[in-house]
């Protein structure tokens, strides 16, 4: 079972930075893919950028260019950077991992742990 923890939320303004951090901890295994979700107010939860443990990272078409995900394998630890905030991007954010057996998708089914996720409030 893989715990995730995710920190460095809050309320920011227009055109600011976000960090996110997920702490890791548990059973990892493989080349276990990594993931950022978002889920907004009355919206689906929404693929932002995935990993893989020892492959590649990929972003969502719509943020490519503002988004970039990495992993720190000493703390074990995935982090999430966005530039350019607009309200938009107003969501809670969930760190997820994956089966080791699959590949990296934007489907959120694909992933078997989450976090309790993060809340973001960006503000005009």
């Known amino acids: 079972q893989v715990r995730l923890v995710e920190s460095g939320g809050g309320s920011l303004q227009t055109g600011g930075s976000l960090k996110l951090s997920c702490a890791v901890s548990?059973?990892?295994?493989?080349?276990?893919?990594m993931a950022w979700f978002r889920q907004g107010s009355g919206k689906e939860r929404e693929g932002i950028a995935t990993i893989e443990m020892y492959g590649g990272a990929t972003s969502a078409y719509s943020l490519k260019g503002r988004v970039k995900i990495s992993h720190d394998d000493a703390t074990n630890t995935l982090y999430l950077t966005l530039h350019g905030l607009h309200p938009g991007d107003t969501a809670m954010y969930y760190c997820?991992?994956?089966?080791?057996?699959?590949?990296?998708?934007?489907?959120?089914?694909?992933?078997?742990?989450w976090g309790r996720g993060t809340q973001v409030t960006v503000s005009s």
């Open positions: 997820a991992s994956g089966d080791p057996r699959r590949p990296c998708s934007f489907v959120s089914g694909d992933y078997v742990s």
């Open positions: 548990g059973y990892t295994s493989g080349n276990m893919c």
